[in-house]
């Protein structure tokens, strides 16, 4: 090594620089030979990214279920009562709850008496203050079938009336159906709520406009918007607050 240190040394400048820039030239063909070899590694990276960006693009509604882009028909809904209060400043994702079926209705493969319950838990739950915004996106997927508890089963929320409104609306009336329940999908035209025209303003009498709120004016929901296509409210306080006395007003996948 010394040796030709020393050799080198002694050459002439030309010669020296005419060392130098060949051994630049071979040191940028050995990387660049490298660099050929990085493609491979960097294809591997580009096929993994749509992986890492999939949750981005998993919210698209269009997989959900049940279309809610039009106006419901009252006859095909139901109501079901808030037991306790529903706030998402002490409700986390997880959480269970329950709310309590106002009239017994006949599903099929489920028969659900007059405050059979039905269960839900919370998907996500937030808050942030400068300015007060608050959401909280709720499922309900069990219900107390007749001689089957806690039956699965997927309902979708499409409107809340809060308690004084709802105390103000008639209850929905029962028809009797083989003994049992009204059929959901063959209620008649006298099931009805007072004051139509409030689940729907401006839409046509007799139906509900999905995502309506009546009664709590800070709130408000998006029947799909949540993760999964989830109930999705939000409120401009630091909390979403559904008061006990509410009334949920929900439909079955399958009905509209």
């Not at 990387?31 to 693009?57: C, D, E, I, K, R």
């Not at 025209?197 to 046509?204: K, Q």
């Not at 709130?219 to 509410?246: W, Y």
Request: with cysteine; proline share 8%; charged share 15%.
């Amino acid at each position: 090594m010394f040796v030709a240190l020393r050799s080198f040394i002694r050459l002439p400048r030309i010669g020296r620089i005419a060392i130098v820039t060949a051994f630049a030239a071979i040191s940028v063909l050995a990387l660049n030979a490298a660099g050929q070899q990085a493609p491979p590694a960097q294809a591997t990276g580009a096929a993994a990214a749509p992986a890492a960006q999939a949750p981005a693009s998993e919210p698209g509604q269009a997989s959900c279920s049940t279309s809610l882009d039009r106006d419901i028909p009252v006859n095909l809904t139901f109501k079901a009562k808030v037991p306790g209060p529903l706030d998402s400043g002490r409700m986390k994702a997880g959480n269970k709850f329950w709310v309590i079926l106002v009239n017994g209705l006949v599903f099929p493969g489920c028969s659900l008496n007059s405050g059979a319950a039905i269960y839900g838990h919370v998907v996500s739950s937030s808050s942030q203050k400068d300015p007060n915004s608050s959401e909280m996106s709720l499922v309900f997927d069990h219900a107390d079938c007749d001689g089957h508890p806690k039956k699965e089963m997927q309902l979708q929320v499409i409107g809340v009336v809060g308690l004084d409104a709802s105390m103000r609306m008639h209850d929905a009336v029962p028809l009797v159906m083989n003994g049992k329940s009204r059929s959901v999908t063959a209620a008649a035209a006298q099931t009805a709520y007072a004051g139509d025209d409030v689940l729907n303003p401006g839409g046509p009498v007799n139906t509900v406009h999905p995502g309506v709120v009546v009664g709590l004016p800070k709130v408000k929901l998006e029947p799909q918007g949540g993760p999964g296509c989830s109930a999705r409210f939000t409120s401009t306080n630091r909390s979403v607050q559904i008061e006990m006395g509410a009334q949920l007003i929900m439909i079955a996948p399958s009905a509209p």
